[in-house]
């Protein structure tokens, strides 16, 4: 068989977490063994790091490239982080594998081992997510919020310097790449909701590779699939944006798919949330309707 190019972008956890796909597919295919090629690739939201995501233009600033590379044939196959992913896939790729999902949650790390609620006034709390944003201005409105850039390292290096006083990470990150140690804090769900997909690697292939679509198929987890396509069904029913904080978490909980989301403005402002659930068959359809049960309870 023919070496597989796997895509990905080229950061430290963007790396484990290709190397978290070739182990599995190892455990299915050992003949694969040394015919597995990861093939880095920088994104523009990888090159300019000066300026915030929103200036930027949203998300497909860490996918663009890769998925133009899939197009082009330079590569066979590639790993995203699924929040990454705009909801709006191209012609041509489909993303048939969502490995089972790492935690969701997302956790404070601060300068001096500080909870939220032990923060004073004027804390500089430093984030590149308009959903954290509005987070913190709407519980702790005597922050400060500046922007924070860079990969896991880069963003926690800046807080043990002292440029920043706190930050948010994801839990999953932080665990893919040995970092749990360094979390204060870590918030429940029914406190804070995390971004859409939060925690979950998803792979994307062309369509008409029948044999990968093969060869990938065991790597799915029906249950994380699940509940990424209906948070994503909800992000698309809202024209969800990097300019809108967005937050969703589906699970699946005996027969049925549980959902709760959340919108509002980039100050906190207004922040309403909705919960809903359906058949797990029905992701995508329990997604939409959520949408439209929020935009019913605002009118």
């Known amino acids: 068989m023919k ?38 690739i920088k994104t523009t939201g990888d090159v300019i790091v000066d300026r915030s995501l929103i200036d930027l233009g949203g998300k497909s600033l860490f996918t663009k490239e890769i998925e133009q590379a899939l197009l082009n044939r330079n590569i066979d196959m590639a790993v995203h982080s699924m929040k990454d992913v ?49 987070y913190v201005l709407q519980r702790f409105p005597h922050f400060q919020v500046t922007s924070l850039r860079g990969n896991v390292s880069t963003r926690i290096a800046k807080i043990e310097a002292g440029k920043i006083d706190a930050a948010l990470f994801a839990v999953a990150g932080l665990k893919r790449q040995g970092l749990l140690e360094k979390i204060t804090q870590i918030l429940p769900l029914k406190e804070c909701l995390p971004a859409v997909a939060q925690g979950a690697l998803g792979v994307q292939c062309r369509k008409e590779d029948h044999d990968l679509l093969e060869i990938l198929h065991p790597l799915n987890h029906p249950p994380s699939f699940q509940a990424i396509s209906c948070e994503r069904a909800f992000m698309k029913a809202l024209h969800g944006s990097c300019r809108t904080p967005i937050a969703a978490h589906a699970i699946l909980k005996g027969e ?41 309870s605002h009118v």
């Open 86 to 134: 705009t909801v709006e896939i191209p012609k041509g790729l489909i993303i048939p594998v969502i490995l089972e999902r790492e935690d969701p949650r997302d956790a404070l790390i601060s300068r001096d081992n500080l909870r939220f609620d032990e923060l004073p006034k004027g804390t500089l709390f430093g984030t590149s997510s308009l959903r954290r944003q509005a």
């Open 256 to 296: 049925s798919l549980y959902f709760k989301g959340m919108i509002c403005e980039p100050d906190g402002n207004n922040m309403r949330f909705v919960s809903h659930k359906g058949l797990p068959s029905e992701a995508e359809k329990v997604g939409r309707e959520a949408v439209t049960l929020l935009k019913e």
């Open 3 to 40: 070496c597989i190019r796997i895509g990905t972008r080229g950061s430290p956890l963007a790396l484990i977490q290709t190397q978290e796909v070739m182990d599995k597919l190892l455990t299915f295919y050992p003949f694969l063994k040394g015919k597995l090629e990861v093939v880095p």
